[in-house]
């Protein structure tokens, strides 16, 4: 299974995380397939960047985010893009 996730990077005491989609058996920190996004929680206001259109692709592909990834998502509108899409998607056309 491919899950969103956050991985972390940064010095001690200041934690920064990437974005990333990896395995779901790899390490929190350990390999990876691609890197989305990052966020940087130190911040004020938080910093939060994620690639819009890889994003959608990986869900749309059946990658399952954690709960973190989830709230971030929704912060930036992606999440509930996704489910627009989605149900659009499962309603039938009137033709």
Do not use: C
């Amino acid at each position: 299974m491919v899950r969103m996730r956050l991985t972390r990077v940064g010095a001690r005491n200041n934690p920064r995380y990437r974005i990333v989609v990896a395995d779901a058996r790899s390490p929190r920190d350990g390999r990876f397939i691609e890197i989305l996004g990052h966020y940087n929680p130190t911040r004020q206001p938080e910093e939060l960047k994620i690639n819009r259109e890889r994003a959608l692709h990986w869900l749309s592909v059946g990658a399952q985010p954690t709960d973190t990834v989830v709230r971030l998502l929704s912060k930036l509108g992606i999440w509930q893009e996704f489910h627009r899409s989605k149900k659009q998607q499962s309603q039938p056309s009137t033709n």
